[in-house]
Every structure is written in structure tokens, then in C-alpha cells.
């Protein structure tokens, strides 16, 4: 089954630096590759997804690039605020169920 | 619509009880899953269905765990017997797809097994 894999475990970053959260899957199969960012004491929730058939998409601070050859994806956060401190989770998906990876927990020093 | 609604948002219970944890979907979401949260394993889907039958449930830990889904507003998991490795974050989540549509979460169950 699929396996995703997600790099690193914990990052600091002073605000207004840059993030990035790198994760790997197994199964080449995956098309959909949901991240979700979970705050304390919540649910997880849906910041942005990619899908196969594109390269990379962009949501004002977020990006996020998928690499299908080395099945390679990762979420870029630019311009960081405290209030990007959370858990991030990257997941994967060949239609059938959403496999999540490890999660990142994110420190945006202010 | 509210969201995601479940309840109870915290539980306590002593070993060997029986265990009832509840979800509301969002209506109209065909599909609804239970996914535990642990710091060990991370977030694992337990359970789907879709439009009240079980499709999965390969992620079930054990025969002590059971879901149901007696109509599309509404569902269980419940545990009998508890014990503490069952300690975890509980999560219903809900979607219109399967695997290629955003999932709403809710705010989760905090159990914990003494």
C-alpha cells in the first residue's frame, strides 16, 4: 500500500522567513496530493492541493510542487507569520484513500 | 452548515468499559471516515463509508472496535472493551469524493483509557 514519508518532523523559522516541508510517496499510482494544517486542539484542515496532472500551484503565501518522476512533493511558505504555527500534514491518494504522512510541526518565531 | 459535529469532545473512561464516540457529517457529503490520531502512528483511517455502508475497514485495530452508520446524518464508533493503548484523538471527517475532494474534519474526541 502506499507509504508517505514527511521531512522535517519540527521546524523553526524566524518570521518572515521562508518553509519548506518536503514528503515522498510510494505508490505511483497517487494522484492527489492534499496538505492540511492542523492547529492545536483541532481537526486538520485543507490548506491546498495538487494534482498529477500539474507541476506546481501557488495560493498567495502557499506553493506547492509535485514531482511525479521522483515522487517528490513539497509545500513552500513564504513570508511567514505567526500564525502559520501548526502541524502540517502532506498525504497522498490514488482515488481510493487518503494516506497521510508523519507531520511537520511548524514554529514561526516572531 | 456547522461543520463536522462530534461528540463528546473529551472522554475519560476506566479499562474495560465500553466506549461510544458520535459524528454528524456535513449533509450532502456522501462520504464519511474515521481516522485516529496518536503521536506514535500519526493520523490512521480506521473506517470509511460511504452513503452508510462500510467500504473499509481494514484499519480497524481490532474486533474490540465497531462503526456504524444508521443513516447519512449520523454515525458511531464504539469501543468495548477499552483499554489504555486505546488512548487517542478521535476523528470523523466527511467528504462529497472518496480520495480526490477536500475532507472536513471535526474538532475530534480526546479519549483516554485509565
Known amino acids: 500500500g502506499e507509504n508517505v514519508e514527511q521531512h522535517p518532523s519540527t521546524l523553526s523559522v524566524q518570521e518572515g522567513d521562508s518553509a519548506v516541508i518536503k514528503c515522498t510517496y510510494s505508490?505511483?499510482?497517487?494522484?492527489?496530493f492534499p496538505w492540511y494544517k492542523q492547529e492545536l486542539g483541532k481537526g486538520p484542515q485543507l490548506i491546498i492541493d495538487i494534482r498529477s496532472n500539474v507541476g506546481e500551484k501557488k495560493d498567495q503565501r502557499i506553493a506547492v510542487t509535485l514531482n511525479k518522476t521522483a515522487k517528490h512533493f513539497s509545500l513552500h511558505i513564504t513570508e511567514t507569520q505567526p500564525e502559520d504555527s501548526a502541524v502540517y500534514f502532506c498525504?497522498?491518494?490514488?482515488?481510493?484513500?487518503?494516506?497521510f504522512g508523519p507531520g511537520t510541526s511548524l514554529s514561526v518565531i516572531p | 452548515d456547522a461543520g463536522v459535529i462530534q461528540s463528546p469532545r473529551h472522554e475519560v473512561t476506566e479499562m474495560g468499559q465500553e466506549v461510544t464516540l458520535r459524528c454528524k457529517p456535513i449533509?450532502?457529503?456522501?462520504?464519511l471516515f474515521w481516522y485516529r490520531q496518536t503521536m506514535m502512528r500519526g493520523l490512521e483511517l480506521l473506517i470509511y463509508?460511504?452513503?452508510?455502508?462500510?467500504?473499509?475497514d481494514s484499519g480497524m485495530p481490532e474486533d474490540r472496535f465497531s462503526a456504524k452508520m444508521p443513516n447519512a446524518s449520523f454515525s458511531t464508533l464504539k469501543i468495548q472493551p477499552s483499554e489504555p493503548r486505546d488512548s487517542a484523538v478521535y476523528f470523523c471527517?466527511?467528504?462529497?469524493?472518496?480520495?480526490?475532494?477536500?475532507?472536513?474534519f471535526g474538532q475530534g474526541t480526546r479519549l483516554t483509557v485509565v
Open positions: 463509508f460511504n452513503n452508510n455502508v462500510p467500504i473499509d
Open positions: 505508490d505511483s499510482a497517487s494522484n492527489y
Open positions: 449533509s450532502g457529503h456522501d462520504y
Open positions: 471527517a466527511s467528504s462529497v469524493h472518496r480520495g480526490q475532494t477536500e475532507a472536513f
Open positions: 498525504a497522498a491518494s490514488t482515488g481510493d484513500k487518503v494516506i
